[in-house]
Each structure stands twice: as C-alpha cells, then as structure tokens.
C-alpha cells in the first residue's frame, strides 16, 4: 500500500483551522464508499480533504473553492503526483459550473457553514449529486445557540459576526428538514473536536495563535464538530 503524502508535516503546514484530515476522516467513515467514481469536494481549501479523499477512494476528485485559485491548487496535487485524479476547480458553491447528476458524492469539511445557512442553499449545492449519492457535510459549531454571555468568551479571540456563522446541531436539522431534496441521515457532535483543534492551535502561525485566547477562556466548551450526514433524494 503507498504511503500517505498527507504527513503530520505536510498538513500542519496546510491546515487552516481545525485539522481538516481529522475531519474528513470521521465524516466519511461509513458513509463514502471506496467505489465512488466522482466526488465534489466543496470547499476544499488548500486541498487538505481532496487528497484524503483520493487516497481512499476509487475514483476522481473534484476540488472546488472560491478563494484557492485552481492554479495553485492543481500544481500541488501535480506535484504531488495526483494531478490524474484531483482536478481544481474555482468557483463559488452558490453557482457550481456542473451539470446535473455530475457526481456521486458530495463533500464538505470546514466550509459550509459560511454559505448554506438559508432556506434553499442545499437544494442548489446537491443539483449536481446524482440520487442516491451521499452529501456529506462537517462544520464548527457550538453547544448552544448565540448569545451575549458567550460572546463575552469568543470575544477574547473573535467578533460576534465572525461567531454567527456558527449554528449548533439542532438549528442544521431544522434548517435541512425544510429541503425536498435530501434526506436527513445523521447531525451530531464529532469526537474529532479536541484534537483537531489542539492540531491547530499547535501550528506556528498567527492565526491560530490569535484563537489561542478564546480557547484558553472557555470557548471549547461552548463549541464542537458538528457533522451533517445527508442523501441526496
């Protein structure tokens, strides 16, 4: 079996929040078939999950972001010797440049939450993923719903509009129970949280070093992983 590119090195030096592999790796177990031919990494990043990704499945991959260019993407999976099976697209997630049908998985880690929070915003992402297929879907999240108390502990590190993004479990379920185009398979906590975090704030870099502070005064226990485990209908 070869060996993973994605070394502790490697990803602590593309991570850009909590670990991302970590992530990837718990939302798709049990629910990604290694046989999927074609799968919609939404939101991709620096390509973090499009490589897990193509390690453990059989197909291709299609890593799509809006703020990574294509370019800079498709040269690091080239390098990387991947550049036959992870294929970088540009694009925003609100206006996908696919045919319906194109794929027969979806997949999202760390992204979802900054565009998807209306009424409507799924049935336009899963046009693309074929009936039957899995949406899979993994965001930060919080415990409970916002509110001034706790924002007296993000605000140590982050502002109440960066903090809005943040929806807790239930809020997903009843957001996506609207939707006629995909089935609610599983929305819970994931036991990733408190590593992939610790992975991040280990990570010699501004940011993380900035999130530090709201951690250190409380915000990880007001937080959590939440994944969203959907079938397109």
Same mark, same amino acid.
């Given at each position: 079996m070869?060996?993973?590119?994605?070394?502790?090195?490697?990803v602590r030096?593309?991570l850009m929040?909590?670990n991302?592999?970590?992530?990837?790796?718990e939302?798709?177990?049990g629910?990604?078939?290694? !046989?999927t031919?074609?799968?919609?990494?939404l939101?991709?990043g620096?390509?973090?999950?499009?490589?897990?990704?193509a390690e453990?499945i059989?197909?291709?991959v299609c #890593?799509?972001?809006?703020?990574?260019?294509?370019? #800079?993407n498709q040269?690091?999976?080239?390098?990387l010797?991947l550049g036959q099976r992870?294929?970088a697209v540009?694009? !925003?997630?609100l206006?996908?440049?696919f /045919?319906?049908? /194109?794929?027969?998985?979806?997949?999202s880690?760390?992204?979802y939450?900054?565009f998807?929070r209306?009424?409507?915003v799924?049935?336009?992402?899963?046009?693309?993923v074929?009936?039957?297929s899995?949406v899979l879907?993994a965001?930060?999240?919080?415990?409970?719903?916002? !509110?001034d108390q706790?924002?007296?502990?993000?605000?140590?590190s982050?502002?109440r509009e960066?903090?809005?993004?943040?929806?807790?479990?239930?809020q997903?379920h009843d957001l996506?129970?609207?939707?006629a185009?995909v089935?609610i398979?599983?929305?819970?906590?994931?036991?990733c949280?408190?590593?992939?975090?610790?992975?991040?704030l280990?990570? !010699?870099?501004d940011?993380?070093r900035?999130?530090?502070?709201?951690?250190r005064?409380g915000?990880?226990?007001?937080?959590n992983?939440?994944?969203?485990r959907?079938t397109r209908?």
């Open positions: 070869q060996a993973s590119v994605l070394t502790d090195a490697f030096d593309n929040g909590p991302a592999v970590l992530m990837v790796e939302l798709c177990d629910f990604l078939p290694t !046989d031919r074609h799968v919609c990494d939101g991709c620096s390509g973090l999950t499009s490589i897990w990704l453990h059989r197909g291709s #890593a799509c972001d809006l703020w990574n260019t294509a370019e #800079a040269a690091q999976f080239d390098e010797g992870v294929h540009q694009a !925003d997630a206006a996908l440049p /045919t319906s049908g /194109t794929f027969d998985a979806l997949v880690v760390d992204s939450n900054y998807g209306q009424s409507g799924i049935d336009r992402v899963v046009a693309c074929q009936p039957g899995p879907l965001v930060p999240g919080l415990v409970r719903p916002l !509110d706790m924002m007296e502990v993000f605000g140590v982050w502002t960066q903090m809005e993004y943040l929806w807790t479990a239930n997903w996506l129970s609207q939707s185009e089935r398979d599983h929305i819970g906590a994931m036991a949280f408190e590593q992939a975090w610790a992975d991040w280990a990570c !010699d870099n940011h993380a900035g999130d530090c502070a709201a951690m005064a915000a990880d226990s007001l937080m992983l939440i994944a969203i959907l209908k």
